[in-house]
């Protein structure tokens, strides 16, 4: 990893920090979240992954508004480190420890590949 790719990736976590501490409070569910990057062609290669402990409560959280709310608040911390994306959807996945458990048997490695 480049020096300046490094400085990126450090900026983006702290900002993804906030937002998951935020969302830990905000969302019924909400466990952690991840992200995934090509440096070379950032920022429109980040993908963040929020995860939930069950389809239910993923589910009672895209009934409220389909996750605009959740999207908006990391765009909006990534927006405040001059990170700007284009389309959230694109960006922002959600997913279930329920659901990696029943088809990875509970390993992220081979889900997120």
């Known amino acids: 990893m480049r020096k300046s790719d490094k400085k990126i990736e ?6 993804l920090t906030k937002a998951c501490e ?11 979240l991840t992200h995934f990057a090509n440096y070379s062609y ?6 963040i992954v929020c995860v ?8 009672k959280m895209y009934q409220k ?9 990391i765009i909006s911390e990534l927006k405040s480190v001059n990170i700007k994306v284009k389309k959230t959807s694109k960006h922002v996945k959600f ?19």
């Open 52 to 59: 939930f402990d069950t389809s239910e409560n993923l589910e």
């Open 65 to 73: 508004d389909n996750g605009d709310a959740f999207r908006d608040m």
């Open 42 to 47: 950032f920022p429109d290669s980040l993908t």
């Open 10 to 15: 450090n900026t983006l976590i702290a900002a």
């Open 95 to 113: 997913d279930t420890e329920e659901e990696c458990k029943k088809e990875n048997d509970g390993k992220w490695h081979e889900r997120f590949k």
């Open 22 to 32: 935020a969302a830990l409070e905000e969302f019924d569910g909400f466990q952690w």
